[in-house]
């Protein structure tokens, strides 16, 4: 019979697309045999008496006939979607800036479905791992939601699929620039909290405090290790079924935002994350680099759910086992592949509206979708859709920097609610205190690649908010969308322009980099392109008139080392893989041109 994945029997586990046994060296594993998912499920469904640990390295004639005819009856492969369940403890903790980013700190985890009651939630914290002496209760209550799903395998409570329950706690009149421990905490009752006994904690000595602090970092130290030597692991979506829950008693960390007008800021830019194979090297390259950054922007196209929101746990999970964000804030902004309407329902981003809480300027308004019936088309949405306020769009100061999150899916029409906001913002920063002045939007204004040239949402933002960023001289515009990089000059109505700002596309986080390019001479803004490797960014602003802009390489495409041209058969170089530029404040620039 099959051993598997919940056969207690077998020390062999399943993982992604392969089968692993386990090894007694330190809980390693050993490779046994790469067998493609879709064989798996037929050889499963077929009953077929295959023992993993009997799996060949190398496969008999016979085995390759009956692969070969097995393949002909499977045209679509199942797909292994598996959240973990951790019987509602605390999962999923993730950090963004809280409404004053030097004094406040927004701590979201999930725990119960929402099937079922949320309990009362709060955060412990304190400025020693053994002296968690503040409680913050959270301020109101729990989000989730529920829907009708595509398919009956995606439900998980009578035929409609229910979140979890999501914490989001803010943490208020903290010290700028402050190392914070803290640990969520769950109870029945709000008496249980005020009864809580804090002075039960022993008060640690300094030497204690710093004994502490190194065994904190040397055992994620060591989780990312284990995880860099594994190798690259994940399929879409992530499976981290077989890895143990978060620890129901884990103290985190973070620091607070230093005062405004800081110096330096350091942030660290993603786009189009997901969980596929190359999300992995991203994020494990940010988390082995978390102390270079202050906080991560994440410029949309978050989970790639696929309809199927099962795909927002499994990411999550996939966020507990490389714990980035429990430790610095990840701030959002909407992407298409975030809207998440199916066929079944007209509700749109739900959940990102409901497991993410950004710095909101008012509560969100979000109404169905009234347009026709039927899964949206996601790589081409309408435009626009009513999401006002909210995770749609909202700012935030980190130091020196002015950060204005625009959502491309909500108007940027002239009078619009979003727009007349983004006016409002961009007249009311004062320089002085925050010189460098930084847009996200998920799609990209400019756009060398022959993919999304005619997306209403780009249409819209070229002609409605590129006036707006050159007019208060806005120093960058970082986007996602197309799975590449791209850097371009300052610039303005398609041409050099001192006062414009630098576009930026790091749509290459994780999802498939393929991406043609539309001419084969570069166009005459153009610094860079290439949609052959994977990576991040990190902005580093040095002071008010010198910013610092690297492209880091995680990965690379296997399948293509080589850029292409649309419609022809044209091999083009592939870029260095590297690209870093100083940047010079542009409001400081003489207004001549």
């Not at 592949?337 to 749109?348: E, G, L, S, T, Y």
Request: charged content about 25%.
């Amino acid at each position: 019979m099959l051993s598997g994945p919940h056969d207690p029997r077998s020390h062999t586990r399943y993982r992604g697309n392969q089968y692993f046994q386990r090894s007694h060296k330190k809980g390693r594993h050993s490779e046994i045999h790469y067998f493609p998912k879709m064989l798996q499920t037929a050889f499963i469904s077929h009953g077929f008496g295959i023992e993993t640990t009997r799996i060949m390295r190398r496969p008999s004639y016979w085995t390759g006939v009956a692969i070969a005819i097995l393949s002909s009856f499977y045209i679509v492969a199942a797909v292994n979607v598996a959240p973990r369940h951790c019987e509602g403890n605390i999962r999923h903790v993730h950090l963004a800036v809280g409404t004053e980013p030097e004094t406040s700190m927004t701590v979201s985890f999930a725990t119960f479905a929402s099937k079922f009651k949320a309990p009362l939630a709060g955060v412990l914290i304190g400025t020693s791992p053994h002296d968690l002496k503040e409680l913050f209760l959270e301020q109101s209550p729990p989000t989730s939601y529920n829907l009708k799903q595509n398919k009956d395998t995606w439900t998980n409570f009578d035929g409609k699929y229910y979140s979890p329950h999501y914490h989001h706690v803010e943490l208020f009149e903290l010290q700028p620039n402050t190392m914070y421990f803290y640990k969520p905490i769950l109870k029945a009752s709000r008496g249980e909290f005020e009864e809580y006994n804090l002075h039960t904690l022993k008060q640690p000595t300094k030497e204690e405090m710093q004994k502490e602090l190194k065994e904190l970092d040397s055992e994620e130290d060591a989780d990312d290790e284990e995880y860099v030597q594994e190798g690259r692991r994940l399929l879409d979506p992530y499976d981290g079924s077989w890895r143990d829950c978060p620890p129901v008693n884990k103290i985190r960390s973070f620091r607070t935002a230093p005062p405004a007008g800081s110096f330096p800021v350091s942030l660290a830019i993603i786009g189009d994350i997901g969980q596929f194979p190359h999300s992995e090297e991203t994020l494990a390259r940010l988390l082995r680099n978390r102390n270079e950054m202050d906080a991560v922007i994440l410029a949309g196209d978050i989970a790639y759910t696929n309809y199927d929101h099962r795909r927002w746990d499994t990411f999550f999970d996939f966020l507990d086992d490389y714990p980035l964000f429990e430790h610095i804030p990840l701030q959002i902004c909407p992407g298409n592949h975030d809207i998440d309407m199916n066929d079944v329902a007209n509700d749109i981003f739900q959940a990102y509206e409901h497991r993410f809480r950004m710095p909101r300027v008012k509560p969100p308004q979000l109404e169905l979708y009234d347009g026709p019936h039927g899964a949206m088309n996601m790589d081409a949405p309408p435009y626009p859709l009513p999401y006002e306020w909210g995770n749609a769009y909202y700012s935030f100061t980190y130091g020196a920097a002015k950060m204005i999150m625009i959502s491309a899916y909500s108007s940027m029409e002239p009078d619009s609610i979003q727009y007349n906001w983004i006016v409002d913002e961009l007249e009311a920063v004062d320089r002085s205190i925050t010189p460098w002045v930084i847009a996200v939007i998920h799609t990209p204004i400019y756009n060398t690649f022959s993919l999304h040239q005619k997306d209403l949402q780009i249409v819209a933002a070229r002609q409605h908010l590129e006036p707006l960023l050159v007019e208060h001289r806005v120093n960058m515009v970082f986007s996602g969308h197309i799975h590449a990089y791209m850097r371009t000059t300052t610039m303005s109505n398609e041409t050099f322009h001192p006062h414009g700002p630098m576009h930026v596309t790091v749509g290459a986080g994780g999802r498939n980099c393929e991406a043609p390019f539309k001419n084969d001479e570069p166009e005459p803004w153009l610094e860079v392109r290439d949609a052959t490797i994977y990576g991040y960014g990190m902005l580093r602003i040095h002071n008010a008139t010198v910013a610092e802009w690297d492209w880091i390489h995680t990965g690379h495409n296997e399948e293509r080392g080589y850029n292409e041209l649309k419609g022809s058969d044209v091999r083009l170089e592939a870029g260095p893989g590297f690209d870093q530029v100083f940047l010079e404040n542009q409001y400081f620039a003489k207004d001549e041109l």
